[in-house]
């Protein structure tokens, strides 16, 4: 018994003769009927008598087509998970960054592809850096996006942007009238801060206090998106990454850049002990595509 043969068997029962089964086929008529032999030899008993010049399957017959029918169906059903696999059209994805990226920015940059993938589960998680490096090493995510390198032997590290922080006004603050902003400037204004374990403060407070300026802050916040929330409504000042805030219109706020310049980067975490999924190799670029807009490397002559 062999798979030619129960499909020699399925195309009789469903065309109803042996030379419409050898059409869909493709193959000769005795073909068919030298399969349909050795199946029958195979089962032990008939598989269709001839009544009134037609093939009619016999009642174990009838019974053994629901049986081959399901068989086909699982294997078919195999053939398109494999299909929608290698189009990245189903299967899992994790990714963990900070929320910066991951409140507003990676939702705009990953929704195209999402949208279009409808049986892609996807889930996007928000933590400090430290906390999604630990998880990428402990396989529980497929990639991560941290603003600190990170060295595990069970880790691969792949520097993707590399940016300069920005200082957000309020649209007619007297500081948004110039080109550009420096930190002497910012001395005593009232600056909206992120809470002080966050990682990208630990590089501004450096920044400050490199160049002997001391930083007012005056409200502290969990999230980027609320810092730009509070400079809109003129409440202070604040610096930020360039990828935060971009809903809001010039007439809300500005973006001035900050000299000398606060360089940050992004890495791209991902666990190698086991090789990543279509699917996540494809997010994986598209995210590379999307920071890629604001890499400073890139506009390097």
């Known amino acids: ?38 199946f029958s030899e195979s089962c032990g008993f008939p598989l269709f008598i001839r009544s009134g010049g037609r093939l009619v399957p016999t009642q174990e017959a009838r019974q053994l087509a629901g049986e081959v029918d399901r068989m086909f169906s699982g294997t078919e059903r195999v053939a398109r998970l494999a299909k929608a696999l290698k189009n990245r059209e189903w299967g899992e994805v994790s990714i963990a960054a900070p929320a910066a990226l991951a409140t507003r920015y990676l939702a705009h940059a990953l929704s195209p592809f999402l949208k279009s993938q409808p049986d892609l589960h996807f889930t996007l998680k928000s933590h400090h850096s430290p906390r999604i490096a630990e998880l990428v090493a402990a396989q529980q995510i497929d ?93 202070g000042i604040s610096v930020v990454p360039p990828f935060v805030g971009l809903d809001y219109r010039e007439s809300q706020l500005v973006r001035r850049p900050l000299l000398p310049a606060t360089p940050m980067q992004v890495w791209m975490l991902t666990p190698n002990a086991r090789p990543p999924s279509l699917a996540a190799q494809k997010l994986a670029d598209l995210i590379r595509q999307a920071l890629g807009a604001f890499d400073q490397r890139c506009t390097v002559n």
């Open 143 to 235: 990639i991560g996006l941290s603003v600190v390198p990170f060295e595990h032997p069970q880790v691969d590290t792949e520097l993707i942007m590399s940016f300069d922080m920005v200082c957000i006004l309020p649209t007619g603050h007297p500081l948004a009238r110039k080109n550009a902003v420096s930190f002497e400037d910012l001395r005593n204004e009232p600056f909206i801060s992120l809470a002080r374990d966050d990682c990208s403060l630990m590089t501004i407070d450096s920044a400050f206090r490199a160049h002997g300026v001391q930083k007012r802050t005056t409200i502290e916040v969990p999230l980027s998106e609320t810092i730009c929330g509070f400079v809109a409504n003129g409440v």
């Open 1 to 38: 018994m062999n798979v030619r043969q129960l499909e020699a068997f399925q195309a009789t029962i469903e065309t109803g003769s042996v030379s419409r089964a050898a059409q869909r086929l493709n193959v000769s008529q005795p073909a068919v009927s030298k399969l349909l032999r050795a």
